[in-house]
């Protein structure tokens, strides 16, 4: 029987208030989203490990995020593009969700190298 280890709400603070930036990113036109991802870079050098592979799932999922943006851009210009929006907020969402789940489990994103979830 494996026990979760004991995690201060201190040390998960700003990670969460990065995800939640993140997920306002959705309702200020991605403003929020710059300042979570200035904040990951200069809280990753600092953290525990565990938290470090959060920081690292955060700031991969702003760069993703803004390479499938890119590209559904591009291709608004031919109207696919507008079908990929959505998905790329529900991709976002997801995300965030997955990152906030298993920050509160005190465990790092199973997969954070994943282009995905």
Same mark, same amino acid.
């Given at each position: 029987?494996?026990?979760?280890?004991?995690?201060?709400?201190?040390?998960?603070?700003?990670?969460? !208030?990065?995800? =939640? *930036?993140? +997920?306002?990113?959705?309702?200020?036109?991605?403003?929020? /989203? &710059?300042?979570?991802?200035?904040?990951?870079?200069?809280?990753?050098?600092?953290?525990?490990?565990?938290?470090?592979?959060?920081?690292?799932?955060?700031?991969?999922?702003?760069?993703?995020?803004?390479?499938?943006?890119? !590209?559904?851009? =591009? *291709?608004? +210009?031919?109207?696919?593009?507008?079908?990929?929006?959505? /998905? &790329?907020?529900?991709?976002?969402?997801?995300?965030?969700?997955?990152?906030?789940?298993?920050?509160?489990?005190?465990?790092?994103?199973?997969?954070?190298?994943?282009?995905?979830?």
């Amino acid at each position: 029987m494996s026990t979760s280890p004991v995690v201060s709400k201190d040390e998960i603070t700003v990670p969460q !208030i990065i995800y =939640v *930036l993140y +997920l306002a990113g959705l309702l200020t036109a991605n403003v929020t /989203l &710059l300042i979570g991802v200035i904040m990951a870079y200069v809280y990753q050098g600092d953290a525990a490990p565990w938290l470090r592979e959060h920081y690292r799932y955060q700031v991969r999922t702003f760069w993703i995020g803004v390479l499938y943006s890119l !590209i559904a851009f =591009v *291709l608004s +210009l031919i109207v696919v593009g507008i079908l990929i929006w959505p /998905l &790329l907020m529900i991709w976002l969402i997801v995300r965030c969700v997955i990152g906030l789940r298993d920050l509160r489990r005190g465990q790092p994103p199973a997969n954070p190298g994943s282009w995905l979830w």
